[in-house]
């Protein structure tokens, strides 16, 4: 039975990849803060081991005998004020990930990025894996986090076998740290949704967990791979998930005007302190069509790619479960 150590065990991707691993007949240990925070702690060939990535000791004990390591864990939230606030989990963290391959001697170790810390494109020019990081990404205190976790990740690929899978915005089952999903919570069973005039990519987080697998097996050294399927605009977007919920709502576009005045309010709030999310770069992330391709994912990789209907359907079966 082959070994897979997981960081981020009990975000979104986290865990439906364990769920996934295991189903396959993998043996999964997982760095947690709290082993309660994963949804079925007490899982039949699980482990469950309570640290952090800063914790290199207990993390490197807890990846001996595995034979792969994927690294998901990451601070994800747009509402903290300095850079420094994302680099001991994001940066330190991927460093310490990659020492404590070396000393157990890892076999693969799969990366998780951003599809963010690559250029994006229209729908007639999409981004691809080749495209440089653009603004408004580069000012964005996740993104460039992420980058600078991504250069560290190059740095040790003549050294490691390591193949980076970046993913878009992930949508599915199992949020239950409510990440992602909060795109669907704040228009559901909403008589009003006010969206911006962007758009995204948006993908189902089960295709990112079937290329983490399949990437298990790729030899070469330094591949990385956008896992993208469907590029939507906010409206189109919402639209759909009306649609599946079977909600009367009706929607109202906010002008990029509005979204320019309240990102730069949200500007004067973070400079005296209070966490939002609403900044001048998050507004104009909003109004931007960060659209990407899977072309590579599929060509290298060989899979289809799962509707982002499903995803919705299966994310609101989930929640409708959950409460």
Known sequence: MDKVFVTGINGLLGTNLTFKLIEK????????????????????????????????????????????????????????????????????????????????????????????TYGYGGLHDLGDECKSMMSPFTKSLYAMSKKRAQQIIDNAVTKLNITTVSPTLM?????????????????????????????????????????????????????????????????????????????????????????FILGLIGDFFRLLKFKTDVSSVNTRILIVKNYYTNEKAKQELHFNFTSIDKAISDWLDFYNRKI
């Open 171 to 259: 949508l599915g089952a199992y949020d239950t740290k409510q990440s992602s999903g909060k795109v669907i919570q704040m228009a559901l069973n909403k008589r009003f949704v006010f969206y911006p005039s962007g758009g995204k990519n948006f993908v189902h987080v089960a295709d990112v967990v079937t290329a983490i697998i399949k990437a298990f097996d790729i030899k070469k050294s330094g591949q990385k791979f956008i896992i993208a399927n469907e590029n939507l605009t906010y409206k189109e977007f919402y639209n759909k998930m009306i649609r599946i919920n079977n909600q009367k709502t009706a929607l109202l576009l906010i002008p990029d005007s509005l979204l």
């Open 25 to 116: 007949g993998y043996f999964v240990t997982g760095i947690i803060r709290k082993k309660n925070n994963f949804i079925k702690p007490k899982l039949k060939n699980l482990k469950l081991v309570e640290g952090d990535l800063l914790d290199f000791k207990k993390m490197a004990d807890a990846m001996k005998g595995c034979r792969y390591v994927v690294h998901a864990a990451a601070i994800t939230s747009q509402r903290l004020l300095k850079l420094s606030d994302y680099y001991q989990a994001n940066v330190l963290g991927t460093e310490n990930i990659i020492k404590a391959c070396f000393q157990t001697k890892i076999e693969k170790l799969i990366y998780i990025g951003t599809a963010n």
